[in-house]
Each structure stands twice: as structure tokens, then as C-alpha cells.
């Protein structure tokens, strides 16, 4: 079922021209002026062959498979209101560990969740009702949602686009992509509606968005998709859609069509400094959900293939450092102890460029497609290594049994040793630590490259340009035969209260 059309319709403009029938004259008669009335051209006027088409057709169409979706939960508040920053954004319904809670946490202005910083908010009577937004995918009652709509709730029930209202039960959640599937069983045929084809959204697009914003239902507004590929920083597998659409609390789980009536994104948060449309919505785009839906369908949650590194982009710097000619791939910045990583033989300051001989683009691709493969899975992956690519074995594991991924604690720093070092032209003051592993920072030049790229007094430097350091004449050694190799850039491994990471920092030829 579709609501396919064309936007084919002609305009022909025609202007009527005519000249000015008669000019101002002025005329004596008696010392009085007179004037002669002037002629205007007549006015422009448009005649379409065909009327130009709106969005009735694709809304008529895909309309009947959009439903309300109305959770029950337990005796505590739990109204649904669509994630977002600003007045109003549903944060307090987010559980701690929700991948967008993070993201919104950052945004906390004035007003945010509808109080000033440092005013607590009133007590307000639990509410054991929320009210989203969701679309049936199969004719048998297969309908998607958002798993922050569902999240918690133990009765659910789904109102239709003519008054009905049925009872479903939840199939499967997964807060990482923010979906979630719901199934009403009932003696009909419902209306459904397909994912559009892979990426297939560009830029510009016309999408609609029809929804329950703020409980009124059935409500339709569009837009155009103003960006893609967004990292709200909510996870690793962000890749959301922006669109301008007008999209509000409870719209939640609705979808974004495009022309066609296909399904090109599930609406999920929303910028909002005023806790309304500001035209600033994120969609999850129709390939993650795809995929997503289906696992939730067979087995009511969703296997993804665990390598089990940390790893951080490489930049234009990091490449340059590391004798890159691409700023691509992951580089790994620790593999966790008795991961399949680890076991492979990954290191830190290894650089993924490639899976199975599939280009890694960024850290994010390397954390889909690793995921994408599955459990059990052996796969090869192309590595950069101190100036060689090698090729690495790794059978996958399986993300749901890889148990947690925290930084440890850092604990107190250690106070600096007595004996330091300047490097000068880093703008760092180090010493060996006592254990005898690494450089600590003891003091950063407030106007350097260094404390620009936030290394902190405290932190340690554990390797430069993947050397191990014990002491500054290693450090001072390794710099200079990046010197003699013409690089512009070292590339240090810093741990500290942050984790460890990669920070390349520019140096001095000699």
C-alpha cells in the first residue's frame, strides 16, 4: 500500500502587457491644474493546467496504519514526553542508563525541564499514563514505537485512526537504537506501511510526520530532512536523520514518510530550548530500524557482535601522526581484558581500516558493522600498525553477555615526583611515575596545544607514537625521530579521570 504521486503539474504565467493608455497631463485652465486619470497595466495572473498536488494523497494513504500508543505503568509518573532539551523534555522519564539521557543532560539551560537551575521541581500526582506515537509494519498487528514510550509500562493498549482502541502486548525492546515492537492481535486486517529501501533518504527530501503530539492523535505536519548521519552522542550506533517537520511530545514512535508513503524515519527526540517545535526533530533512520524490528520480532531482542576495544576516531592529526595517508578508520585505544579483541592480539594505537575488506570509515562504522555481523562470527580486519597493515583474525562475541564495559575508577592522583622534566615546545612538565610506567603530567602551559586539546595536570602518559615511556629521555628520544621522519604531529596515549584516549599534539621540527 501506497500513496504514490507525481508533483508534475504546469504553471503557465501569462502577462497581459498593456502600455499606459494615457499619461499625466497638465492642464491651465484658470490658474487650476488638471489632471488626466492614468491606466495601469493589467495584473499578473497564473492559470495552472493541473492543481498543484499537497501531501493529501500520501497522508489519505499511509493515515489508517498510524495509531496512538497509551502505556500503563506502575504507581509513578510515567507521561510520555518526547526527549529533547529545553522546557518540558521528559528527561525526569528517562531511566539512568537510557543511551539519550547523556546527550540531553548536556543541554540543560535555563528552564530545562521546566525549572531554573537549582529550583527543584513541585511534587506532582503520579500519573500511570503515557501517550506515544507508533505504525503498524504487518497486516496481522506488527506495529513499531520507541522503547522511551514503553519503557516500564505493563499494560499496553493502541488507539486507531478511526476510535478503536486495542489491546497489545510488548514483543521486544532495545534502548540502545530506541525501538521497540508491539503486537495486537485481533480478528482483522490491519493497514500497514513498509521501510524505505536502504539510505534511500537524501538531503532536501519532502518527508511527513503523522503522530499524536501531545495526545491529540492523528495529527499531520511536514517538512524537509534538513541532515543526516547526526551523532547525538546518545551511543555508538547513532547515525539519526534531522528533519524540519514539526514534531512535539508525542510523536514519539510516529513516522516520517517520504512522497511515497514509505517509512524513512521512526521520530524519536527533539531540540527544543522552549519545549515545543523549534524545527529541529531526529528521526532514526528506516535501515537501523529495519534490522532492529526484525530481531525484536524473532526473538524479542536484538544479538549484535561484540569485539570488545575501546576506540576513538582518527583525525587529520592522529592520521599525520600515525603515517596515514587517509583521516579514517577506529584507533584503538584499549582492548578489554579477555575480549575477542584482546585474544586476537589487538593493541592500543592499532587503527581498524578495514572488516572483511570493507572500508572502516569512523569509529561509529566500526561499532555497526561489528555489531551488524553477529555473535560467533569470525571476521578480518585490515589494522595499521607502527607503519604496516596486518591482517587479524577475531571471532566475534556477543554483546548481551560481554557484562559491563565501565572505566575503572582512577581513585586520587598521585602527587608528582619530586624529579621533572620540561618539554618545552609541548608546553608539559613531567616526571616518571613511581611505579615506573609512564610520564605523569605535573604541570600544562595554560596557553598550549596541550591543555587545547584537554590534557590535564594528573594524567598519565602512558606511550608516544605507540612506544611505551619510562622516563623523559625516552619521551625526548621518541620526539626526535619524529623530527627526522617530517612529521608535524606525536600521537600520545593519555590516561586519566577522562579514560584513556589518543591525543596527537604538533612538534617541532628540528
Do not use: C
Not at 506501511?193 to 499524536?212: I, M, P
Not at 524513512?264 to 528521526?283: K, L, Q, R, Y
Amino acid at each position: 500500500m501506497t500513496g504514490t504521486f507525481t508533483r508534475n503539474a504546469k504553471l503557465k504565467t501569462i502577462l497581459k502587457g498593456s502600455a499606459v493608455a494615457g499619461l499625466a497631463t497638465a492642464m491651465i485652465y484658470g490658474g487650476a491644474i488638471g489632471h488626466v486619470a492614468p491606466a495601469f497595466a493589467d495584473p499578473v495572473t497564473v492559470e495552472a493546467e493541473a492543481a498543484a498536488p499537497g501531501f493529501a494523497e500520501v497522508v489519505t494513504a499511509v493515515s489508517p496504519a498510524v495509531v496512538s500508543v497509551r502505556v500503563k505503568g506502575d504507581a509513578k509518573q510515567v507521561s510520555e514526553q518526547m526527549p529533547g532539551f529545553g522546557s518540558g523534555n521528559g528527561l525526569e522519564d528517562l531511566p539512568e542508563n537510557h543511551p539519550l539521557r547523556r546527550f540531553f543532560e548536556q543541554f540543560g539551560g535555563p528552564g530545562f525541564g521546566g525549572m531554573p537551575h537549582g529550583e527543584s521541581r513541585p511534587p506532582q500526582q503520579a500519573r500511570p499514563m503515557s501517550q506515544g506515537s507508533g505504525f503498524f509494519i504487518s497486516e496481522d498487528g506488527y506495529l513499531v514505537t520507541n522503547n522511551h514510550v514503553v519503557e516500564d509500562g505493563t499494560e499496553f493498549s493502541v488507539l486507531l485512526d478511526d476510535g478503536t482502541e486495542l489491546d497489545a502486548k510488548l514483543i521486544g525492546k532495545d534502548s540502545r537504537t530506541d525501538l521497540a515492537v508491539l503486537k495486537v492481535d485481533a480478528k482483522r486486517k490491519f493497514t500497514y506501511v513498509d521501510f524505505a529501501a536502504d539510505r534511500k533518504a537524501r538531503v532536501g527530501d519532502w518527508v511527513v510526520a503523522v503522530g499524536n503530539p501531545f495526545g491529540l492523535g492523528g495529527s499531520v505536519t511536514a517538512g524537509i530532512v534538513s541532515a543526516l548521519g547526526r551523532d547525538l552522542g546518545s551511543g555508538p550506533y547513532d547515525d539519526y536523520i534531522q528533519i524540519d517537520a514539526a514534531v512535539n511530545r508525542g510523536n514519539s514512535g510516529g513516522p516520517a514518510f517520504n512522497l511515497n508513503g514509505e517509512v524513512v524515519g521512526i521520530n524519536t527526540a527533539i531540540f527544543s530550548p522552549s519545549g515545543g517545535n523549534v524545527g529541529i526533530a531526529f528521526a532514526i533512520p528506516a535501515y537501523v530500524a529495519q534490522d532492529v524490528v526484525q530481531d525484536l520480532i524473532e526473538d524479542g531482542e536484538v544479538e549484535r557482535g561484540w569485539l570488545g576495544v575501546q576506540i576513538q576516531p582518527v583525525n587529520a592529526d592522529v592520521a599525520e601522526s600515525l603515517g596515514l595517508e587517509k583521516d579514517q578508520g577506529a584507533l584503538v585505544v584499549e582492548p578489554q581484558e579477555g575480549s575477542p579483541g584482546a585474544k586476537a592480539g589487538l593493541e592500543a594505537g592499532d587503527v581498524i581500516l578495514a572488516l572483511d575488506g570493507k572500508p572502516i570509515k569512523s569509529a561509529r562504522d566500526l561499532s555497526v558493522k561489528v555489531a551488524s555481523a553477529g555473535p560467533s562470527t569470525e571476521v578480518d580486519l585490515s589494522v595499521w600498525r607502527k607503519g604496516e597493515t596486518k591482517s587479524i583474525e577475531v571471532t566475534l562475541g556477543d554483546l548481551a553477555n560481554a557484562g559491563g564495559n565501565a572505566q575503572q575508577d582512577e581513585g586520587e592522583r598521585a602527587p608528582a615526583p619530586a624529579k621533572q622534566d620540561d618539554l618545552p615546545s609541548l608546553g608539559l612538565t613531567v616526571a616518571p611515575t613511581e611505579s615506573g610506567d609512564g610520564l605523569l603530567v605535573a604541570e600544562v602551559d595554560p596557553d598550549s596545544e596541550a591543555a587545547a586539546r584537554g590534557i590535564s595536570e594528573g594524567d598519565r602518559i602512558a606511550s608516544i607514537n605507540n612506544t611505551e615511556v619510562k622516563d623523559v629521555a625516552e619521551a625526548k628520544d621518541i620526539l626526535a625521530e619524529a623530527r627526522k621522519s617530517d612529521r608535524d604531529h606525536a600521537l600520545f596515549q593519555i590516561e586519566g579521570e577522562r579514560g584513556s584516549r589518543f591525543v596527537a599534539l604538533p612538534i617541532e621540527r628540528g
